[in-house]
């Protein structure tokens, strides 16, 4: 029976028009989605004027975007979007490390250093040394990890961000681990910043009243054989954006203790890195 659209009947109508070759993980996505989406518009009764400024919000989304920008990213992470996509991809056991998301600044092909190089090319910030090991999650030592890390310079900038200022490849840097799992590198501790405002995406965050500021973080990526590959932060703990985190990035077991040196820097950052097996 012809299933005629309408407000009660939106979802069954939209439903019935999907033949039955269609792919099966395809249907439940956009069936899940309509349901969703329809279900909003009722629910708020959106008005036509607010229709057409949600269209023209997707719009100049999508012009705002580049080669070196992605707005609809940003959008996901304003909206917890990426952080749940990303929880549910990476459900681990209790004691594993927790992911978080990668956010637009790795760069593949970071230098590989031995251990204990200085990463703070430019000399600026808060000197910081970073040490730990690599575990699996019984404890035992993983050998032959990489641990891929990038942080923001002094000023809340990363170096892709300042090209013309700053040398390239500062505050990256790759390790791998031996024997023991032990890592040690100096880098800076790292400083909290905005994300890019000057597009719809900041329109958004300022009609919420919310700040665009990630609390202070280390990015950290580590991967070994036989284990899944790790994208996860090391949060400061006392910066004042630690509880209201731009993108929902945080989580409490990420965040380490920096600790005043002793020795020839500053801080002291100790994190062990526990990783799920694959």
């Known amino acids: 029976m012809t299933q005629y659209f309408t407000e009660a009947n939106s979802v069954e109508a939209f439903c019935t028009r999907m033949t039955d070759g269609v792919d099966?993980?395809?249907?439940?996505?956009?069936?899940?989605?309509?349901?969703?989406?329809?279900?909003?518009?009722?629910?708020?009764?959106?008005?036509?004027?607010?229709?057409?400024?949600?269209?023209?919000?997707?719009?100049?989304?999508?012009?705002?975007?580049?080669?070196?920008?992605?707005?609809?990213?940003l959008l996901s992470d304003v909206l917890g979007v990426s952080m749940?996509?990303?929880?549910?991809?990476?459900?681990?056991?209790?004691?594993?490390?927790?992911?978080?998301?990668?956010?637009?600044?790795?760069?593949?092909?970071?230098?590989?250093?031995?251990?204990?190089?200085?990463?703070?090319?430019?000399?600026?910030?808060?000197s910081c040394h970073f040490v730990g090991r690599v575990l699996d999650c019984d404890g035992n030592p993983v050998a032959g990890a990489k641990i891929d890390v990038w942080s923001d310079n002094a000023e809340g900038?990363?170096?892709?961000?300042?090209?013309?200022?700053?040398?390239?490849?500062?505050?990256?840097?790759?390790?791998?681990t031996g024997a023991d799992g032990a890592y040690d590198f100096i880098g800076i501790k790292p400083v909290s910043y905005p994300v890019p405002v000057d597009?719809?995406?900041?329109?958004?965050?300022?009609?919420?009243?919310?700040?665009?500021?990630?609390?202070?973080?280390?990015?950290?990526?580590?991967?070994?054989?036989?284990?899944?590959?790790?994208?996860t932060h090391i949060f400061v703990g006392d910066d004042p954006y630690i509880d209201s985190d731009t993108v929902f990035g945080v989580k409490a077991s990420l965040i380490a203790p920096f600790e005043p040196s002793n020795g020839p820097t500053q801080w002291r950052c100790p994190f062990d890195f526990v990783l799920a097996p694959a």
Not at 91 to 116: C, D, K, S
Not at 157 to 176: A, E
Request: hydrophobic fraction near 35%; include cysteine.
């Open 84 to 126: 749940l996509v990303d929880a549910v991809n990476s459900r681990r056991p209790a004691n594993a490390t927790e992911n978080t998301v990668q956010g637009p600044f790795h760069v593949a092909g970071a230098p590989e250093l031995p251990m204990g190089s200085n990463i703070s090319l430019d000399g600026k910030g808060e």
């Open 24 to 73: 099966p993980r395809f249907r439940q996505i956009m069936e899940s989605l309509v349901t969703h989406l329809h279900a909003f518009v009722k629910d708020v009764a959106l008005t036509r004027e607010e229709w057409e400024t949600a269209i023209g919000f997707l719009t100049a989304t999508g012009q705002k975007c580049s080669g070196d920008r992605q707005e609809y990213i």
């Open 199 to 231: 597009g719809p995406v900041g329109d958004v965050l300022r009609g919420m009243g919310r700040h665009p500021f990630r609390p202070a973080h280390t990015h950290v990526m580590v991967s070994a054989p036989g284990f899944q590959k790790l994208v």
């Open 157 to 176: 900038f990363y170096d892709v961000q300042q090209l013309d200022v700053q040398p390239r490849w500062n505050n990256r840097g790759i390790f791998t």
